[in-house]
């Protein structure tokens, strides 16, 4: 039978991707993204809860959020749920960490918060193509923020 890794999310940057990239010369980006969710608690109040998932984007998705990413702005992210282990030097004690590695990104927000839509397949595709298979599409956003300006062919470095 086949398994299935799949995360969906949609939320809002907590800080600025950090892009760095490997020995190898692979981009990688590390960022937090906040998910809220809305519910009645048992005195019938509505509370809200964040969620804080750590994201890690490779290649040339890595380099699409570096540029376009920022603090606060809104995307739509697909990928894996991944959870790395290892021992902790200090304490001996096994430490784990887990992480969403991307493989689709849409950005929701408007111009200057990131903006467009950037989409790949799975790294391998992106990275062997050395193309462009990337939608250059722009979304409708339900809300525009006033003043946003839409991206246009020029806006886009590729």
Do not use: C
Not at 78 to 92: F, L, N, P, V
Request: hydrophobic share 30%.
């Amino acid at each position: 039978m086949k398994s299935v890794n799949k995360v969906i999310l949609i939320g809002n940057l907590g800080k600025d991707p950090e892009l760095k990239h490997t020995p190898q010369g692979k981009a990688v980006a590390k960022f937090s993204l906040a998910t809220n969710e809305r519910y009645k608690d048992k005195d019938g109040q509505w509370q809200d809860r964040t969620e804080w998932h750590n994201i890690v984007l490779w290649e040339r998705l890595a380099e699409i959020a570096g540029e376009y990413l920022k603090k606060g702005g809104k995307v739509y992210i697909e990928g894996r749920i991944r959870t790395d282990s290892w021992d902790d030097k200090q304490t001996g004690q096994k430490k784990y960490m887990t992480n969403i590695i991307g493989n689709e990104i849409v950005l929701l927000s408007g111009r200057g918060e990131g903006g467009g839509e950037h989409t790949g397949g799975s790294r391998s595709a992106s990275a062997s193509s050395g193309g462009n298979n990337f939608d250059q599409s722009v979304p409708e956003p339900e809300h525009a923020p006033v003043g946003a300006s839409p991206i246009t062919d020029e806006d886009i470095p590729f």
